[in-house]
């Protein structure tokens, strides 16, 4: 009887004792799992989810995707591929078409690679303009420092009003004077702002008006750096009603007036 108490004695005790490792929770991000290891090892998911996490403050944040229907992204889709369309000068913000080779009718015009721009940044021309890709750069420029950002508070800026472009002629029309930039692809003449309201600012009146003065002198000045050439209302009897852009250059710097 004293045998046998002694053999349950020691069976119970090697019950109680367990086995040597035991199974320890490891956490998975908000799931936890047990594997057969005295210490805790990462598993791929907890991997996975640490790396798609980011901390911000001290605070772990997890990034979520956004989320966009099909029909969002297939319009997009197509958005993009109609502007890339129109696009010239390898820039998607200047819309137009490329027209190649204007010949010249008098010794000193003509363009090599013409584009007709239609707009520019969002910006519409009151007519397609004929010019070299370095001038359509330049406009864009000038567009998105100066003029978008002078015509914000008044609505924002909706068109230009092209007064001159592309032609074969001398400068200022004058008998015998040197073929004028616009003969080269190389200038644009800028008569009048249209604001999304409707309402247009020239150059004629809103040079000395006081509500749009300042504004005016803005974008004028803004012109000067993306455009060798800047003439306006206070350069001479020719540009009273016009912004003369051009990219001539100059080694003493841009030429405003």
């Known amino acids: 009887?004293?045998?046998?108490?002694?053999?349950?004695?020691?069976?119970?005790?090697?019950?109680?004792?367990?086995?040597?490792?035991?199974?320890?929770?490891?956490?998975?991000?908000?799931?936890?799992?047990?594997?057969?290891?005295?210490?805790?090892?990462?598993?791929?998911?907890?991997?996975?989810?640490?790396?798609?996490?980011?901390?911000?403050?001290?605070?772990?944040?997890?990034?979520?995707?956004?989320?966009?229907?099909?029909?969002?992204?297939?319009?997009?889709?197509t958005q993009r591929a109609l502007l890339a369309k129109g696009a010239v000068c390898g820039d998607i913000s200047i819309q137009g078409k490329a027209i190649g080779r204007v010949k010249p009718k008098i010794k000193g015009c003509g363009i090599d690679n013409a584009v007709q721009v239609e707009s520019v940044s969002g910006v519409r021309l009151s007519q397609a303009a004929v010019m070299d890709c370095t001038t359509a750069t330049a406009l864009k420029g000038w567009i998105e420092g100066s003029a978008k950002p002078a015509f914000a508070k008044k609505g924002g800026l909706r068109g230009l009003r092209v007064a001159a472009h592309y032609a074969c002629r001398t400068r200022n029309n004058q008998p015998g004077g040197k073929i004028s930039e616009h003969g080269r692809g190389r200038a644009i003449d800028i008569s009048a702002f249209q604001l999304h309201s409707g309402a247009e600012v020239t150059v004629l009146s809103g040079w000395h008006a006081a509500q749009s003065s300042k504004?005016?002198?803005?974008?004028?000045?803004?012109?000067?750096?993306?455009?060798?050439?800047?003439?306006?209302?206070?350069?001479?009897?020719?540009?009273?009603?016009?912004?003369?852009?051009?990219?001539?250059?100059?080694?003493?710097?841009?030429?405003?007036?």
């Open 1 to 77: 009887m004293i045998r046998w108490a002694c053999i349950c004695l020691l069976l119970s005790s090697a019950a109680l004792a367990g086995p040597d490792t035991s199974l320890r929770p490891v956490s998975r991000g908000n799931i936890l799992t047990l594997e057969p290891s005295g210490s805790i090892t990462p598993s791929p998911r907890a991997d996975t989810a640490k790396a798609a996490a980011t901390r911000e403050n001290g605070v772990v944040v997890s990034l979520r995707p956004a989320l966009r229907s099909r029909r969002v992204e297939k319009q997009a889709k």
């Open 215 to 257: 504004t005016m002198r803005r974008v004028h000045k803004g012109a000067c750096g993306p455009f060798g050439t800047v003439l306006g209302p206070n350069a001479d009897r020719f540009h009273q009603d016009h912004f003369h852009f051009d990219t001539a250059r100059y080694r003493s710097g841009s030429y405003c007036r």
